[in-house]
């Protein structure tokens, strides 16, 4: 089955500085990845989301990009701001077709003001 | 709008008590259900997932069991629980067909005692 990897497990940045998460994927049949975002104590929140298709992804301060070569796939925060402080998660398809998603571990990150 | 309702929001069961957590979604049709389990440090872990009424698919073999009675309700139950049971809870949702944004209820935080 598919396999996420994710890093770093936490980050702390300064506010207006940019954060950068990391995840690696095993099942190259995978062609959907999504990102969530969990505050405290909340839901997890889809943030943005990218398909194999596509190799860069932007949403204002916020985007992912994929490297399906390497099975890789990153977001990138700019402009950090407290409110960004949250615990971040990556996710990919089980494959090509699939109703599943697995999970990184998340990354829970700390935006200093 | 689609919705999505889980409960109870929080739950204290003793060692070998039953358990039923339910979830609902409104406002869609047929869609995918899935329930997670969050454990600190350890990402979120699909548990169950449901394409259709009676159609149920476990990824982790446990003590759990998870049943779709109609369209749009989905049932986590256990007979007994362990304490390794504890934790936080998400049912989730999606539109029908395969990789497509999984929508999160606000969890249920279980702690077996």
């Known amino acids: 089955g598919e396999n996420v990897e994710q890093h770093p497990s936490t980050l702390s940045v300064q506010e207006g500085d940019s954060a950068v998460i990391k995840c690696t994927y095993s099942?190259?049949?995978?062609?959907?990845f999504p990102w969530y975002k969990q505050e405290l104590g909340k839901r997890p929140q889809l943030i943005i989301d990218?398909?194999?298709?596509?190799g860069e992804k932007k949403d204002q301060q916020i985007a992912v990009t994929l490297n399906k070569t390497a099975k890789h796939f990153s977001l990138h925060i700019t402009e950090t701001q407290p409110e960004d402080s949250a615990v971040y998660f990556c996710?990919?398809?089980?494959?090509?077709?699939?109703?599943?998603?697995?999970f990184g571990k998340g990354t829970k990150l700390s935006v200093i003001p | 709008s689609q919705t999505i309702h889980q409960w109870p929001a929080t739950l204290v069961q003793p060692v070998g008590s039953p358990l039923s957590l339910e979830c609902t979604v409104e406002g869609t049709s047929n869609p995918n259900l899935y329930w997670y389990r969050q454990a600190a440090g350890r990402g979120l872990q699909l548990l169950f997932y449901?394409?259709?009424?009676?159609?149920i698919s476990s990824e982790v073999p446990q003590n759990l069991s998870a049943s779709r009675p109609q369209d749009r309700q989905f049932i986590l139950s256990s007979k007994k629980l362990l304490l390794s049971d504890s934790g936080f809870y998400l049912c989730?949702?999606?539109?029908?067909?395969?990789?497509?944004?999984?929508?999160f209820g606000q969890g249920t935080r279980l702690t077996v005692v």
């Open positions: 099942d190259s049949a995978s062609n959907y």
């Open positions: 996710a990919a398809s089980s494959g090509a077709g699939s109703y599943q998603l697995t």
């Open positions: 449901s394409v259709g009424i009676g159609q």
């Open positions: 989730a949702w999606s539109g029908p067909g395969p990789n497509t944004e999984a929508f």
């Open positions: 990218i398909r194999s298709n596509v």
